[in-house]
């Protein structure tokens, strides 16, 4: 079966649909001005593993990120360029081996759909350099229902300051 016939199959069964319960990309906040590099810039500035994942939407080992123990106050960044992208009390432990949060930081975060495992799962990315973090599912405790599910490389923690 080709990759063609695959989709088509997968629209016809209604599967593909699936995606559409995703959040949706909100235009970008004014207050966020673009981060643009070439790949020999991002190989610069990140390390290979970050480089992978942000960059070519790589995936990081479950239970390889310390920030998977982080209990402090704060807010999670993006490696890439900064950004900030989620906050300390949104962070929830999920049993999966990543980060994982119910709530973004508002205007923060880009989603696509993403066929890389067949059915569609909904991918989110920096809305500053388009930085691939992980996905969104619909598994999530309360008030959202979502789980953010991150690759630890992807992020860089920064405490609250007393």
């Not at 966020?32 to 810039?41: D, E, G, M, N, W």
């Not at 309360?142 to 992807?154: L, Q, S």
Request: net charge positive; charged share 25%.
């Amino acid at each position: 079966m080709t990759r063609r016939n695959l989709f088509s199959l997968l629209a016809a069964a209604g599967l593909a649909s699936k995606a559409d319960a995703a959040p949706q990309a909100a235009p970008l906040r004014a207050d966020i001005v673009p981060v643009r590099l070439s790949a020999a810039q991002w190989r610069e500035r990140l390390s290979p593993m970050a480089y992978a994942v942000l960059r070519e939407e790589g995936t990081e080992r479950p239970g390889s990120s310390p920030l998977n123990a982080e209990k402090r106050k704060g807010t999670f960044v993006c490696a890439g360029c900064e950004l900030p992208l989620f906050k300390s009390e949104h962070k929830y432990e999920s049993g999966t081996g990543w980060p994982s949060f119910h709530t973004p930081i508002d205007g923060a975060l880009g989603f696509k759909t993403d066929f890389k495992l067949v059915l569609p799962r909904t991918e989110y990315h920096c809305a500053r350099c388009e930085g691939h973090q992980g996905h969104v599912f619909n598994d999530g405790p309360p008030p959202t229902g979502k789980r953010y599910c991150n690759n630890g490389v992807a992020l860089k923690f920064v405490p609250e300051v007393a």
